[in-house]
């Protein structure tokens, strides 16, 4: 059974920083593209960055490249999102997904966790 839990979410100030974390079970890391997403009140789902260790790469959306740092630990079956220089605009529920290889769709989602960015 696929399953991924998201925390780490919470309120900062502009400018400060907030680790998040998608602990995933049930599938192994090698086969799969696990995914940021967030929703931000009134807009739609957007994704923020997503990372596949077996083609050794990692995506970021415009606007948080520079800022945000996605990474996995394997061991510890968990992938991380750094988030620095946050910003209002940043505010959002934070989703973690999963998506298998070959598949065109993220199949698995987790729990959001809530970012609340104030100015």
């Known amino acids: 059974d696929v399953q991924l839990q998201a925390s780490g979410g919470g309120s900062v100030q502009a400018g400060g920083s907030l680790r998040l974390s998608c602990l995933y079970s049930g599938f192994s890391f090698d086969d799969y593209t696990i995914g940021w997403f967030r929703q931000a009140p009134g807009k739609e789902r957007e994704g923020v960055s997503c990372i596949s260790a077996g083609e050794r790469s990692t995506y970021y959306a415009d606007s948080v490249k520079g800022r945000f740092t996605i990474s996995s630990d394997n061991a510890k079956k968990t992938v991380y999102l750094q988030m620095n220089s946050l910003r209002p605009d940043d505010t959002g529920v934070y989703y973690c997904?999963?998506?298998?290889?070959?598949?065109?769709?993220?199949?698995?989602w987790g729990q959001g966790t809530l970012v609340t960015v104030s100015s």
């Open positions: 997904a999963s998506r298998r290889f070959g598949r065109s769709a993220y199949e698995s």
